[in-house]
């Protein structure tokens, strides 16, 4: 898909109403699903999740404000940003007063719906804009919300593209966010182009695709596979990758993980413009890979960061503010950051007491420089030397090595470097 | 106690005769337990301590040296430091030529009396100004000194004041000089006053004291409380704290350890002139704690070094010598250095995994500067990090980062890091 | 022996065809063990060494290469280098263009016979001169090489020369080449005057020498010498010793061991031309003694590396090329290199908590800077440091240093930091 067809299928999504859970994340999956074939979980309400407790579901079957003559003023139906996300039901009559302190607007933005969510502490509200606002000016008005909170499931979407080996990179994007485009559809069609991609051309690491609902969608999924976190080496996380002209990289907390080279690398050789950004424990679901139990190297990949553009939030952050070439030219970056990270591969020579005998293996070349390259892969495959390092070593070519590699590996002579046996570390 | 008051009291303990042992040392430890609950350890003379022996206790009963016509010339009564410390007894008549072997003076300081000692090695002597010396002419004087080394007991001073965790800051001061007012009181009425202080406004850490016989002392400390060691975090040797216009930091033998940086960071913003010198095995008991087998990061304050000015070791060092404001401007700046060190605790997030939930525990703020001061310290709370570090890496304050810590400390989210469990690591 | 001594056993050591097995390999170790205990180790063919396994031994009875009248044209008995070396048998007439397939030459130097082996792979063949091979100009040969390939034995010698401490250093040089000069017999003879001169004064470090033949030889030597290898601390390969006049020191694949160092000093001191080059996969036998599994910190010394000369590999490389100076001046900084790491000895505090009494053994010096020399010692001495680095951390000078260690020694506060207990370490 290119921009265009990126676009289009962001419009799809875009009248979606999503939170972190219901039928508009099951909606979203499931058109997700047309493209890759990714598994849907369903997590039960009440499960316990590290510190955190999956929460009810929230199903909104209508919600307005009417002035006492029924005149429907504000309405779910024109926006889903109208209704306070996991508002409770609601409904009667309530005087102008009352009402005002569950009214959200922006003063600054008087034409923009704020998007306002109340998850964790039970309360109804409606987000309009300032001027919708200030026409409110009766003495009662009526309101209806029908939703619903009840015990249910909590849902994600996870897919694994076996690499070459079984050690991960983990792609992981919110899918909680309502009829926003930037921050939420961008990540989200970015992220499965990204993975048709893939599977169309098999990476050398395996990819790892999470579509989880922010911060308790990671929370959730990482409290399930804790046994799989020590293959996942690398982790990026994506995110507002539909505007702007500039790239923004967060790093990991670590600020000098793998993930933070490869990615400024690759931005520098991009010939597009970027930024790099230390780590900071707020923003997106990096939050939670990088918590000081997980660890996870998990750097951040936006267009537009949290919080520093007027349409933040807002109806604002809509269809025509999303821009197509925006949405390619990040799904190539990422593409490259994988790509990059793969010829990362590290190695661990499997002979590593003195040299093993190329020759038996038809390995001894005529070409000693052939030679040398077998052997400063032998010499410096320990499990810490990624191929670029070799390179930058030895002062041979990545792509002589890489032919190296492929030949020194399919000869049995050194295995990737990882924490299983070699035969199940690479997927056949 | 302000710097007069501290020198008040150096006066009422620059009589007594200290030594490694003694009557001296126990009268002087009695004076201290006037203002601090001080417990006086007793270690039996034979005791192996490591590679030394705690050796038998000296008792000075009378010494004086006079002329056959019983003129007593040179008299421990006039000053103690007229004879030579841990002499053996002696009595009889002595040729002026005999005498000289057992004589001690100054030649380019002939108005003052040089302190000596012979510990280990059995002799007898006397020291006295070069002047004196110059006088003795006749051929023959009369020695009597009237001591005693018999079995009996080694002492030395203790006091543990618990901080709000058990870690521990050791203070250690050196108790075996005799009448010499900075080399020893400055140090002794330096610690006396922080302690008191600190028991007036209990630390973070918890602090020990201790007043000890120079290497001896703190040989026969370390040798008796091995296990107490792993509790003890940063250490610091004060000395010659009374006079002179310059600090002098000498590092810890690793010379980066927390006591190295943040004394350094005391003294650079306290407004006082410094110096920072490096670790070199020689000086006070910062050599016993610096040792291989010991290592702990014992930096060494003062503000006269080891032997770097005339009155050191010598009858100048008298309470003409010692400054009042000098001990007051002392005693706040250990005081500063506890409180950074204890500012520097270090925590453990107890939630590792992810996120905790702030917000059923009343910690989610309305305001996002306290929430992310919450997520620094979550973040960067695996046992390494200070809150120093903390403010250093987010470039939050102290103030607030102390602020928040407290609160995740009573929520149970943050725990002190130490080798213990935290609910007995806290002091309650 | 002095250069012309050692220029005369090379000459002596030229004429005997060796190879990796084979009576030349025990002919040349016989003549060496002459001048030093060398042993013989005997390995069968077909054992298993790491991924190798020893050869067959190979001997040469007679090979010739004679046109149909019965002359002679190319002869074993005239030079060596004729007969490809691992030739395997072949007797018969056999045309001009068969024959070019087995004959190999130099075209850029006419007048040089290459020296080419086959050891894994069967072949026939001979070495000549571009002009020789000009000259063959007749339609048919005859052709009689009477050569061995069965099993026997696989040889190497090998010699450890105790010293102070029982760590060791190890000694590499090959010993599988025909009459080839300065590659092959320089190392060999340097290295035989380097043993004979450290047993007549015997070195601090233990000092081992291995005469190997190339590859196959260090393999065979490290598998059957597994558990030594903890005890080898540096490790250099000698060879292309006799001629240039600058020496060439390529460092082991970490770079930064002591052996690099130690070297890089000595060489900085010599007043001889030097480079110091970076590791690289490729060689002598510093390959398998710095492979990853291995990790010897083995460097290699030379004065013309690897293939860098047009002699390299010829009949070139005779005993005209070959120069007494450079033999002599030669072995004179191998043993300043041995010197230099034995100075460099790490010791460990036998009484590490806090310090131990000096007086009591007669150590308390009267004058302050001796006793400040035994402390530096006795504080830095936990295995890690070596009189070089307490130098440049004290700013005491090494000879002061290396009196009062010895002091230390002689009254049992310090030890040899090994890994073996201090009795049993230290060789009597």
Same mark, same amino acid.
């Given at each position: 898909?290119?921009?265009?067809?990126?676009?289009?299928?962001?419009?799809?999504?875009?009248?979606?109403?999503?939170?972190?859970?219901?039928?508009?994340?099951?909606?979203?999956?499931?058109?997700?699903?047309?493209?890759?074939?990714?598994?849907?979980?369903?997590?039960?309400?009440?499960?316990?999740?590290?510190?955190?407790?999956?929460?009810?579901?929230?199903?909104?079957?209508?919600?307005?404000?009417?002035?006492?003559?029924?005149?429907?003023?504000?309405?779910?139906?024109?926006?889903?940003?109208?209704?306070?996300?996991?508002?409770?039901?609601?409904?009667?009559?309530?005087?102008?007063?009352?009402?005002?302190?569950?009214?959200?607007?922006?003063?600054?933005?008087?034409?923009?719906?704020?998007?306002?969510?109340?998850?964790?502490?039970?309360?109804?509200?409606?987000?309009?804009?300032?001027?919708?606002?200030?026409?409110?000016?009766?003495?009662?008005?009526?309101?209806?919300?029908?939703?619903?909170?009840?015990?249910?499931?909590?849902?994600?979407?996870?897919?694994?593209?076996?690499?070459?080996?079984?050690?991960?990179?983990?792609?992981?994007?919110?899918?909680?966010?309502?009829?926003?485009?930037?921050?939420?559809?961008?990540?989200?069609?970015?992220?499965?182009?990204?993975?048709?991609?893939?599977?169309?051309?098999?990476?050398?690491?395996?990819?790892?695709?999470?579509?989880?609902?922010?911060?308790?969608?990671?929370?959730?999924?990482?409290?399930?596979?804790?046994?799989?976190? *020590?293959?996942?080496?690398?982790?990026? =996380?994506? %995110?507002? $990758? !539909?505007?702007?002209? #500039? /790239?923004?990289?967060?790093?990991?907390?670590?600020?000098?993980?793998?993930?933070?080279?490869?990615?400024?690398?690759?931005?520098?050789?991009?010939?597009?413009?970027?930024?790099?950004?230390?780590?900071?424990?707020?923003?997106?679901?990096?939050?939670?890979?990088?918590?000081?139990?997980?660890?996870?190297?998990?750097?951040?990949?936006?267009?537009?960061?949290?919080?520093?553009?007027?349409?933040?939030?807002?109806?604002?952050?809509?269809?025509?503010?999303?821009?197509?070439?925006?949405?390619?030219? *990040?799904?190539?970056?990422?593409?490259? =950051?994988? %790509?990059? $990270? !793969?010829?990362?591969? #590290? /190695?661990?020579?499997?002979?590593?007491?003195?040299?093993?005998?190329?020759?038996?293996?038809?390995?001894?070349?005529?070409?000693?420089?052939?030679?040398?390259?077998?052997?400063?892969?032998?010499?410096?495959?320990?499990?810490?030397?990624?191929?670029?390092?070799?390179?930058?070593?030895?002062?041979?070519?990545?792509?002589?090595?890489?032919?190296?590699?492929?030949?020194?590996?399919?000869?049995?002579?050194?295995?990737?470097?990882?924490?299983?046996?070699?035969?199940?570390?690479?997927?056949?």
């Amino acid at each position: 898909m290119n921009g265009l067809e990126l676009h289009k299928l962001a419009a799809r999504l875009y009248p979606i109403c999503r939170s972190i859970t219901g039928p508009g994340v099951r909606e979203t999956l499931a058109i997700l699903q047309e493209t890759i074939p990714l598994t849907v979980e369903s997590v039960p309400s009440g499960t316990p999740v590290f510190d955190w407790v999956v929460p009810n579901e929230w199903t909104v079957r209508e919600a307005w404000l009417a002035d006492r003559k029924g005149n429907r003023l504000v309405d779910f139906k024109n926006h889903n940003l109208h209704l306070l996300n996991y508002s409770e039901p609601f409904c009667g009559i309530v005087s102008r007063a009352d009402l005002d302190a569950h009214l959200f607007s922006l003063p600054d933005q008087p034409d923009a719906i704020p998007y306002r969510t109340s998850y964790y502490r039970k309360e109804w509200g409606f987000c309009l804009t300032e001027n919708q606002r200030a026409s409110l000016t009766e003495s009662e008005y009526e309101v209806s919300i029908d939703t619903e909170l009840t015990a249910g499931v909590f849902n994600y979407g996870e897919l694994l593209i076996p690499g070459r080996v079984q050690d991960e990179i983990l792609i992981s994007t919110h899918i909680c966010h309502p009829s926003l485009a930037n921050d939420n559809l961008s990540g989200i069609v970015v992220a499965l182009e990204t993975a048709r991609r893939l599977l169309a051309t098999p990476p050398n690491y395996s990819v790892r695709f999470v579509f989880v609902p922010g911060t308790i969608g990671a929370i959730t999924w990482l409290a399930r596979n804790q046994t799989k976190l *020590s293959s996942i080496h690398h982790a990026l =996380v994506l %995110t507002g $990758l !539909g505007v702007g002209n #500039t /790239f923004h990289y967060k790093q990991s907390r670590s600020g000098n993980a793998a993930i933070d080279r490869v990615t400024a690398h690759v931005l520098q050789t991009s010939g597009s413009r970027y930024q790099i950004e230390p780590f900071v424990p707020y923003g997106y679901d990096e939050r939670q890979y990088n918590s000081p139990g997980i660890l996870l190297d998990a750097g951040c990949l936006t267009r537009a960061p949290y919080g520093t553009y007027p349409e933040y939030h807002t109806s604002l952050d809509n269809l025509h503010f999303l821009q197509a070439e925006a949405l390619e030219e *990040s799904t190539e970056l990422v593409g490259s =950051v994988i %790509t990059a $990270l !793969g010829a990362r591969q #590290t /190695f661990r020579n499997r002979f590593p007491f003195g040299e093993p005998q190329l020759g038996k293996r038809g390995l001894y070349a005529a070409n000693p420089a052939e030679n040398l390259t077998f052997l400063w892969i032998l010499n410096l495959s320990d499990g810490t030397n990624s191929l670029d390092d070799i390179a930058a070593r030895s002062g041979i070519s990545l792509a002589d090595l890489e032919v190296a590699a492929r030949r020194l590996l399919d000869a049995g002579l050194i295995e990737t470097a990882a924490d299983f046996p070699c035969e199940s570390a690479v997927n056949k």
